[in-house]
């Protein structure tokens, strides 16, 4: 969906919410996201801005500092959770110049939001358990020295929009009260 962004919204610059734990996980979406970016739409501006956690909380904690200096077209959060206290930064400033809100991880209070949002527009990834426990057993093999293919490798996750959440929304209920999973 960044081609499609690009193109049909007239994209200039986006900021990426990137998280401050140290750990890869952080650092690897963010690379990932602007490696792509990069190839795609090379005039686009992206500038990188942190939160202090994987919560909604410091997702709008940090949204409400950065949005209130800086005009974006776009903003990545390199997690859902993260993404949904962005989106109530973005509702609180009245940010109307923001049209497209991305996350990660297919988090299905943010999955509910991409149904029912109409401006930004929202979208997510989605990686299955499948493919964290693939990932596992990849890294299990290279621990032991043991040979990988091309057979190995890990499937990308889904890209969720508009179009596709209502297929990519788990069936089984969301318990009442659960918003928020500390990590």
């Known amino acids: 969906f960044i081609d499609a962004a690009t193109i049909t919204l007239n994209i200039q610059s986006i900021a990426v919410v990137d998280i401050i734990d140290g750990t890869a996980k952080s650092a690897e979406r963010y690379a990932g996201f602007a490696e792509k970016l990069t190839h795609v739409a090379p005039s686009i501006s992206i500038e990188q801005v942190n939160a202090t956690a994987y919560t909604r909380q410091a997702g709008k904690e940090a949204a409400m500092s950065f949005l209130q200096n800086t005009h974006y077209d776009a903003i990545y959060a390199i997690d859902d959770e993260v993404a949904l206290g962005v989106l109530d930064a973005i509702n609180a400033l009245n940010q109307i110049n923001i049209k497209v809100l991305i996350g990660c991880g297919g988090e299905v209070n943010f999955m509910a939001k991409i149904k029912t ?19 596992i057993n990849l ?19 889904l890209a969720i929009s508009r179009k596709n959440v209502d297929e990519a929304t788990p069936s089984y209920p969301v318990p009442v009260g659960i918003t928020e999973i500390k990590r």
Do not use: F, H, Q, R
Request: charged share 25%; net charge positive; proline share 5%.
């Open 117 to 135: 949002n109409e401006l930004p527009l929202l979208a997510t990834t989605k990686y299955s358990p499948e493919m964290i426990s693939k990932c």
């Open 139 to 157: 890294a299990v093999k290279v621990l032991n020295k043991k040979g990988i293919t091309k057979d190995n490798l890990v499937e990308v996750g």
